[in-house]
C-alpha cells in the first residue's frame, strides 16, 4: 500500500515540532492564542462602531424628519430648505408631488416612490437605499415619517461617512494587531525564556559535577517553585549516591587494608623460609601460611556474602519455607558440646499445632547468620554458648548469649557496620576482619527481621527477631 503523503506530511510536521525548543513551541502556542484573541476583538470592536455609527445616523435622521413634520403641521416650512449636516429632506404631497426639499437631493424625484413610503412609514425604521438612481454617489439611509395633510416628510443621509469611520478603524486594526501581536510575541519569548532559565541553570549545574566533580550539588533558584522541588530532589538524590560512593570507596579501600597484612605475613613467612633453608621447620611455616590464607579466603567469601546482600538490594536470595526449629539445632550440632541449643516449641500458637518455627527465607544465608553470631560468642566466652529458638507472637526468635566481657552500650550499635572491630578484642585474640556482624544484620533486613545486642551479665546476648511464616 502507497504510504499517504498527506498523513507523511503530518508526521514529519508533528516530529518537526517536537524537535523544537520548549521555548519556541510554548511562545508559538501563547502567539496564536494570542493572535486569534486579537483578531477576534478587532472582529467585535469593528462591528460594535459600525452599529454605533449607524445608529447615531438613524437617530439623526429621525430627528430631523421629526422637526421637518413639525415645521410642515405648522405650516411653517421655509420654501427654501437648507441641508443642515448633510442630511437630504423632501416633503412629499399625497399626489406624489415634491413640496418641500434641500437642495443636493440630485433630481427632483422623490426617494422613494409612493408603495416605498407607505411601507417605510408603516415600519417605522430606517433603511438603505442607492443614491445612484438620484444622482447621489452614496448609500443613503432613509427614513419616512408621514405628516398632516396626507403629506410625507422623508429624510436621507449618506451612509458613506459611517463606511469611513470603519475603514479608518479597519486600517488601524490591520496595521496594529500584527504590530502588537509581535511585540506579545517578544515579550511570551522573553518572560518564557526568563522562566526557564533556572532548568537551565540546573542543566549547566549538572553538566559541571560530571565534568569537574567540584560542586557535587546543583544550584537551588530562590523561587518556592516546581523548579526549586525538583533542584531539592535532585540534590537530596546526590547525596545519596554520594553516600552510597563513599560507602563503597571506603569498602574497597578497607578490603585492600584487610587483605594486606595477611598477605604481608604469608610473604614474610615465606621470605624467612626460603632465606634460611637450613634447620627450617618447614610444618611450621605450612602451618603459618595455611592460617593466613584460611583468613584470605574467609575475607574474600564475607566480602562476597556483602556484595550479593547490596546487589539483590534488601531482599533475600531466595523465599522459601525455612524451618528454624531443625536448621538451628542442626547448625549447632558442629560446635558440639561448645554450644547448647534450647528449641521451645511454638505449639498452641494459631497455626503453630505442630510446634514448628517457620520463617520464609534463603536457609544458606540464615545458617551463616547463626554462624557468625556463635562465631563471635565463642570467641569471647569461657561456659558453652547458649543458643535458643521461640517463636513470641508473630516472630521467631533467636537468641545467642555467652559469657564474655560483652560489648559496652554506647558500641552496640556501631559494631553492626562493616570493617568494625573493637580494640579490646582485637588485642585479646586475632579475630575477624569485622564484617561478621554487618552481614548478620544486612541478612536479617532482607528478612525483614531485626536483630540487637543486649546485656546478658555477664556476657553478651545477640537477638534476632524473623517474622514466622
Ligand atoms: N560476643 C561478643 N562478645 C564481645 N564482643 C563481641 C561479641 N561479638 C562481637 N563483638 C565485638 O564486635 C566486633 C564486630 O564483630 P564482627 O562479628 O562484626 O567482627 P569480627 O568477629 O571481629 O570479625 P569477623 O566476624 O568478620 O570474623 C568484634 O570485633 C568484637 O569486638
Ligand atoms: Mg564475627
Redesign the pocket.
Known amino acids: 500500500m502507497a504510504a499517504d503523503p498527506l498523513a507523511q506530511g503530518a508526521r514529519y510536521t508533528a516530529g518537526w515540532w517536537r524537535r523544537r525548543s520548549l521555548r519556541f513551541r510554548l511562545t508559538v502556542v501563547a502567539s496564536a492564542v494570542l493572535a486569534l484573541a486579537l483578531v477576534a476583538s478587532a472582529c467585535v470592536m469593528i462591528g460594535v462602531l459600525r452599529r454605533t455609527l449607524l445608529s447615531g445616523i438613524d437617530q439623526e435622521i429621525y430627528r430631523r424628519a421629526r422637526e421637518t413634520v413639525s415645521l410642515s403641521d405648522a405650516g411653517r416650512l421655509p420654501a427654501e430648505m437648507t441641508s443642515i449636516d448633510g442630511t437630504l429632506l423632501q416633503v412629499v404631497d399625497g399626489s406624489g408631488r415634491i413640496t418641500h426639499a434641500t437642495g443636493g437631493t440630485g433630481r427632483p424625484v422623490p426617494l422613494l416612490d409612493a408603495g416605498e413610503r407607505a411601507l417605510a412609514v408603516r415600519l417605522g425604521e430606517a433603511r438603505f437605499l442607492d443614491g445612484e438612481p438620484y444622482g447621489i454617489p452614496h448609500t443613503l439611509r432613509v427614513r419616512a415619517l408621514s405628516a398632516g395633510a396626507g403629506r410625507t416628510v422623508i429624510a436621507a443621509r449618506p451612509f458613506g461617512e459611517v463606511r469611513a469611520g470603519v475603514g479608518a478603524a479597519g486600517h488601524v486594526l490591520l496595521v496594529g494587531t500584527p504590530l502588537l501581536l509581535v511585540l506579545l510575541a517578544g515579550a511570551s519569548w522573553l518572560i518564557i525564556g526568563r522562566t526557564l532559565r533556572p532548568i537551565a541553570a540546573l542543566r549547566r549545574g549538572a553538566e559541571e559535577i560530571t565534568d569537574t566533580a567540584r560542586s557535587r550539588r546543583l544550584p537551588v533558584p530562590e523561587a518556592r517553585d516546581e523548579v526549586h522541588s525538583l533542584a531539592v530532589t535532585l540534590n537530596d538524590m546526590l547525596a545519596r549516591l554520594e553516600k552510597a560512593d563513599a560507602r563503597q570507596r571506603a569498602l574497597v579501600s578497607d578490603a585492600a587494608h584487610e587483605l594486606r597484612s595477611p598477605l604481608a605475613s604469608i610473604r614474610l613467612q615465606l621470605e624467612v623460609a626460603l632465606g634460611h633453608p637450613e634447620g627450617q621447620e618447614w610444618r611450621e611455616t605450612a602451618e603459618g601460611v595455611l592460617e593466613d590464607t584460611m583468613r584470605l579466603a574467609r575475607l574474600a567469601e564475607d566480602l562476597l556474602a556483602l556484595a550479593r546482600l547490596d546487589e539483590r538490594g534488601g531482599r533475600p536470595g531466595r523465599r522459601e519455607p525455612v524451618a528454624l526449629d531443625r536448621l538451628v539445632p542442626r547448625t549447632a550440632e558442629r560446635y558440639g558440646a561448645a554450644v547448647t541449643v534450647r528449641v521451645a516449641g511454638g505449639a498452641g500458637a494459631p497455626g503453630r499445632e505442630d510446634g514448628s518455627i517457620t520463617v520464609t527465607g534463603d536457609a544458606l544465608d540464615l545458617g551463616r547468620v547463626l554462624v ?1 553470631l556463635v ?2 560468642a565463642l ?1 569471647h566466652t569461657s561456659a558453652p554458648v547458649v543458643v535458643e529458638l521461640r517463636a513470641e507472637g508473630a516472630d521467631a526468635v533467636l537468641t545467642v548469649t555467652d559469657d564474655g566481657p560483652g560489648v559496652p552500650e554506647p558500641d552496640r550499635e556501631r559494631v553492626f557496620g562493616r570493617f568494625t572491630r573493637l580494640d579490646s578484642a582485637r588485642s585479646r585474640d586475632e ?2 576482619a ?4 554487618a552481614i548478620v544484620r544486612e541478612t536479617i533486613h532482607a528478612h525483614g527481621g531485626a536483630v540487637h545486642l543486649e546485656d546478658a551479665s555477664p556476657g553478651l546476648r545477640a537477638v534476632v527477631r524473623l517474622p514466622l511464616s
Open positions: 557468625n562465631d563471635n570467641r579475630g575477624g569485622g564484617l561478621g556482624l
